[in-house]
């Protein structure tokens, strides 16, 4: 393996595991110690971790991590999360999504639906959709940002507002019971929240690995999403949090895409 793919994999399990030791890394992948520990040097002079005595975490706080390391993180999870978020459409709807990893695989899997039309602040999104035959496709305009390939700023906040969606799904980097859906960029989360304000039905895209993080600019609670797609059942103080906001959960990984009012994901 070389170190470029070696490193790509120990970002992945990092992500996956949080905090691993050089030793559980090393027998994961199948190398030596020195080599683990030269290839943490590599990725912490990059930004994207944080080591400590013995071993080392991504580094959330640091950095975010650029799109197209954050696109190969939890492939299965994402297509198991897109695949039971394909449930939520139906043919004639004005959908929306929002940047990220998670609604990219989603736009993937997007196909066989009749008279769909989309709105994006994301042109790989758009990008998918197109190549599943789809051509009512509004792109924001706005600034591009290159680490969530995301339009933002005015100008995509400004074609938000004249937009009505029956549906939006977006991702989060961060699901808190108390700071709620996070990014870490403040003009991403502003134009995350003009999508909400435009959307009837607002669906989150979320793998286990986002629960407890609380990125930088939080741009919604709890209370103000209707469904979480997710691909393992949260926490007992989490499950309890999402009954009382009276959310929708659906777990991507349970038979049938096990769906339920989190009052009764006990």
Known sequence: MYPKERQRVLLELLAQHGFASYRQLAERLGVSEITVRRDMKALEAQGLVETAFGGGQVARAARELPY?????????????????????????????????????????????????????????????????????????????????????????????????????????????????????????????????????????????TKWGVESLMSFAKLSEIDALITDRWPGEAEAAALAECDVDLIVADAPNAESSKRGDAQ
Not at 86 to 92: D, K, Y
Not at 111 to 127: C, D, E, H
């Open 68 to 208: 197209t390391d954050k696109r190969i993180l939890q492939i299965p999870e994402k297509i198991a999360i897109a695949k039971a978020a394909l449930r939520q459409i139906e043919s004639g709807m004005t959908i929306a999504i929002a940047a990220g990893t998670t609604t990219w695989v989603l736009a993937q899997h997007i196909a066989g639906f009749q008279n769909l039309t989309f709105l994006t602040n994301s042109v790989n999104v758009a990008t998918e959709l197109s190549k599943n035959g789809y051509r009512d496709i509004f792109l924001t305009g706005g600034q591009f940002r290159t680490p969530s390939d995301a339009l933002v700023g005015p100008v995509a906040e400004h074609m938000i507002r004249q937009f009505r969606a029956d549906i939006l799904f977006v991702g989060a980097s961060g699901l808190h019971v108390d700071h709620g859906l996070s990014t870490p960029n403040v003009l991403e989360a502003a134009v995350n929240r003009a999508m909400m304000e435009r959307a009837a039905r607002v669906v989150v895209l979320a793998d286990h």
